[in-house]
């Protein structure tokens, strides 16, 4: 079996290793055809990370209107499609983009069956051009893979009735998302540095983290406002780029908590599991907007992947992702955020119980491994090879 995979989102080093996961079961020749960087207007240039290389094809293409979610296209898209033949494609991009109707159209030419992927959780009806690409896609695609249930429930209202399947975009790889012990400075784990914080009568401090875009609709400026109320030692650090950083830098001055705020820029993925180690609580406000709502919400699973507690607003797909194995608190509200964070603050059994928790339910649903192998029971399905396509 053929397979091409036309995907932005994995010039990302750990989205890769679903790549390898999917190449490695028998059958599967995979070819991968990425840009060399992505222009995110919101979070500036995004390069290609070569992190997870083995057992596929990547191939390196130009990009058209690179930076322009719904316009962008690839130039070179019809002789890779040529020289690959492939027996599926799998679009990775929503259906009604330029890309994905591109790469309809020239699936529809070699003869490939057609996977599209979609996060899209919001009903919304597009002016020309973009409502006939979607039409145009809907009514050819074999199959459509969504990341969360609001999109299954979207696509259904807009009157799709071939076959949807319920698998992540992604998952982690729960070998190289663990929980690292931190070296000091001379380079010896702290374990028994630890041990003499712990045989103290002080509390420790509760070091809280955020990682994602400095944008408005994440809710950080919530997040501040809800640190600054608790009682108890804390600290709090913010990883990531955006327009909104100096704005939320001055929001903890104002708010005299400075002091306890650090602001990082955005690392690359494969630092993230040492940084996740570093916290104890990891918190995603997001707030839904006309035009957006959390989808997903990634930095859930490698946090909980590190033992880290997982604290999520009721937005969009994260109490979907969190289930029983963190925290949830109404949208907007900061009292409620701070009733919970306050909770983690006073209750050490709560945390311990909630970090197994959470790595467990990593474990159970949202490994690279796991994914693949579903996404591969697609193909198998839409190619009439078997009919075990299952939600995970």
């Not at 919530?222 to 990531?240: C, D, H, K, N, T």
């Not at 830098?249 to 306890?260: C, D, N, P, T």
């Not at 999520?312 to 994260?318: H, K």
């Amino acid at each position: 079996m053929r397979v091409l995979m036309l995907s932005k989102a994995c010039i990302v080093g750990a989205y890769q290793k679903k790549l390898e996961e999917i190449a490695a079961i028998p059958g599967v020749e995979l070819t991968v055809v990425v840009p060399e960087m992505w222009l995110d207007p919101h979070g500036g240039a995004s390069r290609l990370e070569r992190e997870h290389l083995e057992g596929y094809e990547l191939v390196v293409t130009d990009m058209a209107m690179n930076g322009h979610f719904h316009l962008h296209y690839y130039p070179k898209l019809k002789e890779i499609v040529r020289r690959v033949r492939p027996d599926v494609f799998h679009i990775d991009e929503e259906p009604y983009n330029l890309a994905t109707f591109q790469a309809m159209r020239l699936a529809r030419q070699a003869g490939a069956r057609s996977v599209v992927f979609t996060w899209q959780n919001l009903y919304r009806r597009y002016p020309p051009p973009f409502y006939f690409m979607e039409r145009y896609v809907l009514q050819r695609t074999d199959a459509l893979l969504v990341g969360n249930r609001e999109a299954q429930d979207v696509w259904w209202r807009k009157g799709y009735r071939g076959q949807i399947h319920l698998i992540p975009q992604f998952g982690v790889d729960p070998a190289i998302y663990y929980r690292h012990l931190r070296p000091t400075r001379r380079g010896r784990l702290s374990v028994f540095k630890q041990r003499v914080a712990i045989s103290r009568p002080s509390q420790p401090t509760l070091v809280i983290g955020y990682v994602g875009r400095l944008v408005e609709e994440k809710g950080i400026e919530l997040l501040l406002q809800s640190v600054s109320r608790l009682a108890g030692p804390w600290s709090l650090q913010i990883l990531g780029d955006g327009p909104d950083k100096l704005r939320l830098e001055k929001v903890a001055h104002w708010l005299g908590i400075s002091g306890r705020v650090s602001f990082s820029p955005k690392m690359p993925s494969s630092h993230l599991p040492n940084y996740f180690s570093g916290l104890d609580v990891l918190v995603l406000p997001s707030i839904a907007q006309p035009n957006w709502k959390e989808q997903f919400g990634r930095v859930l699973i490698e946090a909980m992947a590190c033992d880290v507690v997982v604290v999520g607003a009721e937005s969009g797909a994260i109490p979907e992702v969190i289930g029983d194995a963190g925290l949830t608190f109404p949208e907007r509200n900061i009292e409620a955020l701070q009733d919970q964070l306050q909770r983690l603050i006073d209750d050490v059994p709560l945390r311990q119980e909630l970090r197994l928790r959470g790595r467990q339910r990593v474990l159970d649903n949202y490994t690279q491994a796991a994914v693949a192998r579903k996404t591969v029971e697609v193909y198998r399905e839409v190619l009439g090879v078997s009919r075990v396509g299952q939600e995970i």
